[in-house]
C-alpha cells in the first residue's frame, strides 16, 4: 500500500511496472534522479491518495489520466485557519531579524539545524528553525515538519506561523517562546516545572 524510496538516488525513467502497484495509497519518489515525463500509468492507480515526485528531473506535462485518482476527487475540508491571511515573510527579512544569523540570537541546536530568535520589523519576536542543508536527512525532515506541523494544531504545541524555503535555505518560523527551553526543565537539578 506504500512505496517510499525518497532519496535513493535512483535514476532513469519511471518504470512502466508502476501500473502494477493497484494498491498503493501513497507513493513516494522524492528526491531522486528520475528524468523524462511522468508516466501515464500513474493514472490507473485508482487508490493513489498522495504521489511525490519532487526533486527529481522530470519533464513534460502531467497526463490527463491522473484526474482518475482519489487524491485528485477528494473533497476538500474547509481549515479554519485558511480563512486567515498567511504571512508572508522574505529570506531578506528573515535574515534581517536573526541579525544575519547571529551566534547572540542562537537559542538552540539539534542534529538537523539550529533554532534562533528573532524579531521582525512588525516587532513581533519569532523563532527561526533553520535546517542545515549540509546533512541529507535535513531535506526530509523539513518536508516532514512541514506537512505533519501544518496539520496539527493544540494549545500545548508551539504555532507555526510560515515557512522560508530556496534552494540553499529552509526554516520555519515559530511563535516564541519566551520561558526557555524544556531540556533544562528536565535535566537540570535547579529547574522545576509548575503545574499551576
Do not use: W
Request: with cysteine.
Amino acid at each position: 500500500m506504500v512505496l517510499d524510496i525518497l532519496s535513493n538516488n535512483m535514476a532513469g525513467s519511471l518504470p512502466p511496472e508502476i501500473r502494477k502497484l493497484k494498491a498503493a495509497t501513497l507513493i513516494d519518489l522524492s528526491m531522486n534522479q528520475f528524468l523524462n515525463g511522468i508516466r501515464r500509468e500513474i493514472g490507473g492507480l485508482r487508490n493513489l491518495v498522495h504521489l511525490s515526485l519532487r526533486h527529481n528531473k522530470l519533464q513534460g506535462s502531467i497526463p490527463d489520466s491522473v484526474s482518475n485518482m482519489v487524491g485528485k476527487r477528494a473533497p476538500q475540508l474547509a481549515d479554519p485557519l485558511s480563512t486567515k491571511k498567511r504571512e508572508t515573510i522574505s529570506y531578506y527579512e528573515l535574515l534581517q531579524a536573526m541579525d544575519d544569523l547571529s551566534e547572540s540570537n542562537l537559542i538552540g541546536s539539534g542534529s538537523f539545524g539550529s533554532v534562533y530568535k528573532g524579531i521582525l520589523k512588525s516587532g513581533t519576536v519569532i523563532a527561526v528553525k533553520v535546517f542545515n542543508l549540509q546533512v541529507d536527512a535535513a531535506f526530509k525532515s523539513f518536508d516532514t515538519e512541514c506537512e505533519v506541523l501544518r496539520s496539527l494544531r493544540h494549545r500545548d504545541l508551539v504555532k507555526v506561523i510560515t515557512s522560508c524555503s530556496n534552494l540553499d535555505f529552509k526554516a520555519l518560523i515559530l511563535e516564541y517562546m519566551p520561558n526557555g527551553s524544556l531540556e533544562k526543565y528536565l535535566y537540570l537539578h535547579n529547574y522545576f516545572l509548575d503545574t499551576n
